[in-house]
């Protein structure tokens, strides 16, 4: 072999190798902003799942049926009613890769004449930005609700919080 050739073979496997890595980087930015579209999409139907109730609040329903059907939508009127909050508060976590427990539950009387409250007491344990997703979710949960108290700890990539949410109930 010459020295062209060792000089072209050279040229050859340099140009070779940095194809190699831009095709890489470039894979490797696809699957990031792929990731990014799949964790939006999980948000998306999230919240078109907690802000389905919100459908009978603004839609012409007339009648006693109507009346209950837009007060469900913010206060919780039965136990069948609060089994299925629960759910959806374990479901949406679970769906974002955040492992939730139920610490507490109970019913405490309020100034209200009307309403109690439901007093949950949930711990959260994941990723730092899905357990923060979570809290944002339950800040907009499409019931008169708040958060209570809120004690997030952040450790190295695992985040674990307890959140006590208050939710109006019927007396």
Do not use: C
Request: net charge negative; no cysteine; hydrophobic share 45%.
């Amino acid at each position: 072999m010459n020295n062209s050739s060792i000089t072209l073979l050279l040229t050859s496997i340099v140009l070779l190798v940095m194809t190699a890595a831009a095709a890489s980087l470039v894979i490797y930015k696809q699957e990031q902003a792929g990731e990014e579209v799949r964790s939006r999409m999980v948000d998306l139907k999230i919240w078109s799942d907690l802000t389905s109730a919100e459908d009978s609040l603004v839609s012409p329903t007339d009648g006693e049926a109507g009346s209950r059907s837009r007060l469900r939508a913010l206060v919780l009127l039965s136990e069948s009613d609060t089994i299925a909050f629960l759910t959806t508060v374990e479901n949406t976590a679970k769906s974002l890769g955040v492992g939730v427990t139920t610490l507490d539950l109970k019913e405490e009387k309020i100034s209200d004449q009307y309403f109690n409250e439901l007093v949950a007491t949930f711990s959260l344990r994941g990723e730092g930005e899905a357990v923060e997703r979570v809290l944002k979710l339950l800040e907009l949960l499409p019931y008169r609700s708040h958060i209570g108290s809120l004690n997030l700890n952040r450790g190295l990539g695992i985040t674990d919080a307890t959140v006590v949410l208050r939710v109006s109930t019927i007396k």
